[in-house]
């Protein structure tokens, strides 16, 4: 039943887009945490975030693998460009739960508390998480553990095609 006749959601575009603004925002993520920890003028870093994001947010970067990944060359310069102090700043993960370590809300601002307490933090990419969903589902289904199910089947395609993916970028 589609309450929305006229609408349709071709998947495959769907997630290979998804796909890519996940490789894109963990890469902002990483260049923000490693830098913002050092800049010597506190905001400078995230201000340099939310432009990039500004620019994806809105459309005005196209939403390919050749825009992005030229986005990303430009960026990283930009985050190298801004002046830092020197020091020792201890790398730190946050882990856990995948609401709960990605949502400021949720974890109180620990990633900012770390930071003003002098640490880097380190967060995994949200794609390597989705990316371990796959393999598990698989794992699950050898095991015995899950049904075989046309989305179980699918897993070890999409694997590949992510590892792919991943090692284009």
Not at 34 to 54: C, D, H, K, N, Q
Not at 101 to 122: I, Q, S, T
Not at 133 to 150: E, F, G, K, T
Request: charged share 15%.
């Amino acid at each position: 039943v589609n309450p929305q006749p006229g609408f349709r959601l071709n998947i495959g575009a769907y997630l290979h887009k998804a796909a890519l603004g996940m490789v894109y925002t963990d890469a902002l993520s990483a260049l923000y945490h490693a830098t913002a920890v050092r800049e010597s003028r506190v905001g400078e870093a995230w201000a340099l975030v939310e432009r990039y994001l500004t620019a994806f947010d809105q459309g005005a970067l196209p939403l390919t693998r050749s825009a992005l990944l030229e986005s990303l060359h430009a960026a990283v310069p930009a985050f190298n460009a801004i002046p830092t102090r020197d020091g020792r700043f201890p790398r730190v993960g946050i882990v856990g739960e995948i609401y709960v370590k990605y949502n400021p809300f949720v974890n109180n601002d620990v990633a900012e508390w770390l930071m003003g307490h002098g640490c880097e933090v380190v967060l995994p990419p949200l794609m390597t998480f989705f990316s371990a969903s796959l393999v598990n589902m698989s794992r699950a289904v050898q095991a015995h553990i899950q049904r075989p199910s046309l989305r179980a089947l699918l897993a070890p395609v999409l694997g590949r095609y992510v590892e792919g993916f991943l090692g284009e970028t």
